[in-house]
């Protein structure tokens, strides 16, 4: 028997085959019937451009129907699904196509003489262009395959997807997802948050990464009911669709801009049955505004790129400030000290995770693969955590040094070594501190060097460099300048401290 998530999605699918699946800003809607029949297009030409199961499919695009279509022909295909952020600028594509090898890389229009560049080095057969309306080369050459497609069987330890999670010593990381962690992780939180036949999902989501891609869109393909598809959070549509929707899922940004907004009342939220927060940690400022303003509880769940979910605040029961509920059904969690022992409840250890949910590991990386899994098989996340008398589990940290933007990755090594190789910079530092709209930001504090190389530089100029060559969302918000950095009696640099001394960047507001 086949264990090909799209199989597993399908079966789920409306008997009703006009059912809506998608409805479009514009307000036409794609059913679940042309759903199957675009995948199958989307499949059709995958093949006829020579990929075979197992073949990497690389995809720098935005939002649109014909980007979900391409995904699920994709899986169908049997194919490694590899989606990328589109603010992702030279050097971290170069990366990403040099290590995954995709055999087809489909690109905006306006970055296809730089695909075409990156491509032809990592030896990419075909570039193709998808636009931002759903339109372009790879639109049209699907428009003419067949609409009738035999999804290729895949074993549930089959890869379905790459996820690339940048790593501390700068280099990125290939997270491996098969066919069963997606599917399992989907059956649970499907179950595990009540959906129900009617629900409609509001999803302003991006769908480059698991939060938009997986968890939302996964589970209400299992529902087989419709979502408003919308191509970035905007505060405006979501208070003109809220009174028709049920679920929402979004990032704490998203919370606290809704809250900024004076038109966002409990009035709004009355048809509102589930309000899901994730990808960063919520505020319990922001938590209890929200609650005092609309009524609802917001429900924080937490987990990562290598293995999707693995806890959530219950949908029936108690969910609190500043926690994110209990393990998944199917996960074991514990918390750990530097011994790898298990810690007493309220005291502070790494956060182990294991289950059918977690990844197989990185792409081309056997060592470090070792390395993230302890000999019984549990996943060491990095992320430092507690659990109450209660069975709560709070997130306090992250030992890896990561910093969630906006509900984005960013990975503080990576940056620094940009920074350092300018003229006239020493050392640096990127730490991240909170912020009221993203949650967190980052933010480098920088020690320039004594001669006179380090006169001119400024915080606008490392900025101005910085955005020529990474996404925007990682350049840090603020430059400060400081003699030197704090270390310890070991030379490492105390990141602490300098939390510390800079935490108060970006003032809260009183209301949130």
């Not at 003419?144 to 010593?169: N, Q």
């Not at 891609?213 to 505060?235: K, Q, T």
């Not at 470090?368 to 019984?376: H, L, S």
Request: glycine residues 10%.
């Amino acid at each position: 028997m086949s264990e090909n998530l799209y199989e597993i999605l399908q079966s789920r699918f409306p008997k009703d085959p006009d059912a809506p699946c998608l409805i479009l800003p514009d307000n036409s809607e794609i059913s679940y019937g042309r759903l199957g029949q675009e995948s199958a297009r989307y499949a059709n030409l995958l093949i006829s451009l020579g990929v075979k199961p197992g073949d990497r499919v690389a995809v720098q695009v935005r939002k649109s129907p014909q980007a979900l279509f391409l995904y699920l022909g994709a899986l169908r295909s049997g194919a490694v699904y590899l989606p990328m952020n589109d603010a992702y600028q030279r050097h971290e594509v170069e990366y990403f196509l040099s290590d995954a090898r995709p055999r087809v890389f489909i690109c905006r229009p306006q970055s296809r003489d730089l695909a075409v560049e990156l491509g032809q080095k990592a030896g990419v057969s075909h570039i193709l262009e998808l636009d931002d309306e759903g339109g372009g080369a790879l639109a049209e050459m699907a428009a003419k395959e067949p609409a009738l497609f035999s999804t290729v069987p895949r074993k549930g330890d089959d890869i379905a997807a790459i996820l690339y999670t940048s790593g501390t010593t700068g280099r990125p990381k290939g997270a491996m997802l098969s066919h069963e962690n997606l599917a399992t992780n989907a059956e649970v939180l499907h179950k595990y948050w009540g959906f129900r036949p009617k629900d409609v999902l509001l999803h302003m989501l991006p769908i480059f990464h698991v939060h938009g891609l997986f968890v939302a869109i996964h589970c209400m393909l299992l529902n087989g009911s419709a979502m408003f598809f919308e191509p970035r959070f905007d505060v405006r549509r979501v208070l003109k669709l809220l009174p028709k929707s049920t679920v929402f899922m979004g990032v704490p940004t998203y919370y606290t801009r809704l809250l900024a907004d004076p038109g966002f009342t409990k009035e709004i939220c009355t048809n509102m049955r589930l309000f899901i927060s994730g990808s960063a940690p919520l505020l319990p400022e922001t938590f209890q505004e929200f609650r005092k303003r609309t009524g609802h509880t917001i429900l924080e769940r937490y987990g990562m790129t290598e293995g999707n979910m693995f806890t959530s605040n219950p949908y029936d029961g108690e969910r609190r400030a500043g926690t994110v509920g209990f393990p998944l059904p199917g996960v074991t969690l514990r918390i750990v000290d530097e011994e790898n022992m298990p810690v007493e409840p309220e005291a502070v250890g790494e956060i182990q995770v294991k289950g059918k949910s977690i990844f197989r590991g990185y792409w081309n990386m056997p060592e470090k693969t070792r390395e993230e899994f302890t000999a019984d098989g549990f996943f060491k996340t990095g992320d430092l955590g507690k659990i109450d008398k209660d069975g709560y589990i709070s997130i306090v940290g992250r030992a890896k040094d990561l910093v969630i933007s906006g509900g984005l990755n960013i990975y503080p090594k990576e940056i620094e070594e940009m920074i350092d190789a300018l003229p006239g910079v020493l050392e640096s530092a990127v730490i991240g501190v909170p912020h009221p709209d993203f949650g967190e930001a980052a933010v480098a504090v920088v020690v320039r060097r004594k001669d006179n190389d380090g006169t001119a530089l400024t915080g606008e100029r490392i900025i101005a460099f910085l955005k020529k060559r990474i996404a925007g969302f990682k350049v840090p918000k603020r430059v400060y300048f400081t003699g030197e950095l704090p270390r310890n009696t070991m030379g490492k640099i105390q990141k602490k401290a300098l939390r510390e001394e800079f935490g108060s960047s970006f003032s809260t507001p009183k209301n949130l």
